[in-house]
């Protein structure tokens, strides 16, 4: 009886590219098995998201040769979700998507460990997102994606000509879809354009006008944004609406329902309410797919050198036959987020706390309930409660000796700021300058003044 033939590698289509040379490899491309190896246990991804492309894109990595993955998702699975996030079950409703995702690749990709997280990304210190080598992103909104844009441009740092310091620079990998629609593209910071500097590539979000909300509704949709933006605020007073709150969106789809039937409309369901209400984008199983691989791919890329990445964003179009371009946008120089920094001149004598307030009227920052960092150290956190007690008294002393006398230097600060008349929590980096201290050297930190 002939010996029973050996079963191929799981890695050998990843062997052929990583254990060969290659034309259009990149320039630190070193190949070999110390690489893949390295790839496994080394490399450190996270993935933002658990939902339909998120769900793809855990699967891809861990086919793909990465063992050491991260997630982190906010949501809980729903009914709703099942058509097209493949990783969970009718049993799985009701919890979170991080972990059942996790736990469903870990069952089928043998040697991957992933690590969920169930949370909000805002809730994570910033030093949560450094330790990994690239960031992906399977995210729906847009709020979420500047978040993670902004953090991972915090940790960008400029030299004195004001070009990225390499080793500074945090990957981000994002796919984004839309019906038979969708997008997969490559942000470096500081080298090509990140997601602040093309934000103009999303259409405005859609804005009924009050008076139709309230007099003449024609749609479902109409009935479901007069429960949410008007209803609401004449029966909960002074509360403000959590789109997150299981028990806050029940309330207004109940509420639509009774709007709907007054005026005739058919067509208010759960689904639909929060899909209006939290403006989440509808998704197609094979559009996330093909997304999502190519995604995986320029991670792999990125983590290994063994192709050019993506120069810099590619569409893809499955409605009518089979479209996908790829164009080089361009990245802006003074782009608030992946930029250098706002330069602000200051006063050694200025306290912190007359430093946040004057966040709040400087004309590009316009930033509330700032909390301020600087070199990873709080030097004043809003929340939680813990965190405000123990910084707070540093709001009363100058912030030239909290920032260690230092002339010339990098500040983050978290904080809110209004858009549209929504409210947005945002990162940003300024360059403080002190007027009138002798000495003045080149910044400690990012950029030049």
Request: hydrophobic fraction near 40%; proline fraction near 5%; charge should be negative.
């Amino acid at each position: 009886m002939a010996d029973t033939e050996a079963q191929p590698s799981r890695s050998r289509d990843l062997d052929k590219l990583l254990l060969r040379p290659g034309n259009l490899v990149g320039a630190n491309f070193d190949p070999g098995e110390e690489l893949r190896d390295d790839l496994a246990k080394s490399a450190k991804v996270l993935v933002v998201g658990a939902g339909g492309l998120g769900c793809e894109l855990l699967k891809d990595l861990a086919l793909s040769g990465f063992q050491n993955l991260e997630v982190i998702d906010m949501d809980r699975i729903e009914v709703t979700n099942l058509n097209r996030q493949f990783l969970f079950r009718f049993e799985d409703v009701g919890k979170p998507k991080a972990e059942v995702a996790a736990k469903r690749v870990m069952e089928r990709v043998s040697g991957v460990n992933i690590k969920p997280h169930y949370g909000r990304i805002e809730d994570k210190e910033i030093d949560f997102y450094s330790d990994f080598i690239i960031i992906a992103l399977g995210l729906d909104s847009i709020e979420a994606r500047s978040y993670i844009n902004a953090v991972a441009c915090s940790f960008l740092e400029y030299d004195c000509d004001d070009n990225a310091r390499e080793e500074t620079i945090k990957p981000m990998v994002d796919g984004g879809t839309e019906g038979f629609k969708g997008h997969a593209r490559v942000i470096l910071p500081g080298v090509t354009p990140c997601f602040e500097c093309t934000i103009w590539l999303f259409p405005p979000q859609v804005k009924f006008p009050l008076c139709t909300l309230a007099e003449t509704p024609r749609t479902a949709a109409h009935c479901i944004e007069y429960a949410h933006l008007i209803k609401w605020d004449e029966v909960h007073s002074g509360k403000a609406f959590d789109p997150d709150d299981p028990e806050h969106m029940k309330w207004v789809y109940n509420e639509a329902v009774k709007r709907a039937e007054l005026f005739g409309i058919p067509g208010v369901t759960y689904s639909l309410t929060q899909g209006v209400v939290k403006n989440i984008i509808p998704a197609i199983a094979s559009t996330n797919a093909i997304i999502s691989a190519a995604c995986a791919l320029e991670t792999l890329k990125l983590a290994s050198g063994c192709s050019k990445t993506l120069s810099n964003y590619l569409t893809y179009n499955g409605a009518e036959g089979l479209h996908t371009k790829v164009t080089e946008f361009v990245r802006d120089k003074d782009c608030l987020v992946c930029g250098p920094g706002v330069l602000i001149e200051l006063e050694t004598s200025i306290t912190l706390q007359k430093f946040i307030g004057l966040l709040e009227e400087h004309p590009k920052l316009l930033l509330s309930k700032a909390s301020v960092t600087h070199q990873g150290n709080n030097l004043y956190m809003q929340a939680p409660p813990v965190l405000e007690e123990m910084t707070r008294s540093n709001l009363s002393l100058p912030l030239f000796d909290l920032m260690g006398k230092t002339t010339k230097t990098t500040l983050h600060v978290t904080g809110t700021t209004s858009k549209n008349d929504k409210k947005t929590s945002v990162l940003r980096k300024l360059r403080v300058v002190f007027k009138g201290v002798d000495g003045v050297t080149d910044m400690d930190t990012a950029g030049g003044a």
